[in-house]
């Protein structure tokens, strides 16, 4: 395992790289089947040919070309984040036309792979069908990223994360109304008129067989905005339902009621189901602490203990036990996926001839971004140079 100078090896904190499988049978060289793949796996370490390693400057490139015909720069749809961001669908819209033609671009220039994708997408951005889906998923997603931010906050309790998800979930129940979807609609449809898309239509109708619906005549909704709407009140049932099913557990409650009486020292029969807690000594100490200091959350009231001497963080046994309870709730982070994603965004093509070691040091740059940016950087380029005479002969001196 490579190991970084000084300090420990980065797969500590972004997860240990999946080992490729081997086979028995197929032992030494094999071949990569991958498509238009061309490298080979010799013992485990995998030779990247110039075609392959080329794949991605392509992309590159043609994501210049996206931008330049566009305008701007291209809006990423990242899916191993936690959120879809709105404003890439805000962007797609408003610029809907010039993507188009950034396409028929791309598929009358690019390479035969590309332009085959491209075309396909160009085919599928001629249709008024996806100008509703972006306009429907731009509605749902809207709400939902607001919320995403929301509990993604240092500070946070679950009584006011409880409130934001009844606040999203009022809202959405008031989407779900025909004269809400009727206005989506309409908008698709004058998009659609303005850009001389395919209009919205209803996919083909596969007839069910009799096995399925007995002698009753199969449903078939009479139009296309009649058969979306439908899809629509789906997607917000099923929101409604996350949110029921994540947010709505009987552990939620019983967190609920004692951080309340953390906070406000509302004692709770909670507090008995525990036998580490002393509900009248608790009670006492609840009343101290919060006549000695000004706290909000329960992240508040751990780090004002974890300050105390120990003299005094002996007055609030309790309290120290009811926090502890706490800190021990299992829960996800969104700290933890975003040391992922920082990981897979310097996984590129340029990973694939980059050693362990130098995949280390550029992640605890990319961490660090703050402390790198303070560095002197002649400083750093005149050791470079000094190490040999060769790089004195190429690049001078800095000083």
Sequence with gaps: MSKRKGGSDIRQFFGQPQKRKKSKEREGEREC????????????????SEKEANIDVKRERERENVSMATGQGECVLVTWRWTVRTPAIRS????????????????????SETSAKANGLHGTFLKGNTVLGLLMAEDLMGDLECLNISLQLRKQTVSGMLEAVDHVKTSMQDKRTEEHFDVLFSKATAVATKLDLQPIQMPHVRKPTKRCTGQAAAHIHPDAQSLYRVQFYNALDTVNTQFIERFEQAGFHKLQQLENVLLHGDMDKVVEEY???????????????????????SSDVASIIREMVPEVRGLFGQVEALVRLLLVVPASSAEVERSFSALRRLKTWLRSSMSQTRLNNVAICHVHQKKLDRLDLEGICQ?????????????????
């Design 33 to 48: 089947e991958h498509g238009d793949r061309t490298g080979r796996v010799c013992a485990g370490d995998m030779e990247v």
């Design 383 to 399: 050791s470079f140079i000094s190490a040999n005479d060769k790089r004195k002969k190429a690049f001078g001196s800095f000083a």
């Design 92 to 111: 797609v819209l408003k610029q809907y036309e010039s993507v188009l033609m950034a396409l028929e671009e791309m598929a009358s220039c690019s390479s």
């Design 275 to 297: 036998p580490e807690l002393n509900s009248r000594l608790l009670q006492v100490q609840l009343a101290m602490f919060g006549a000695n200091y000004t706290y909000e959350t």
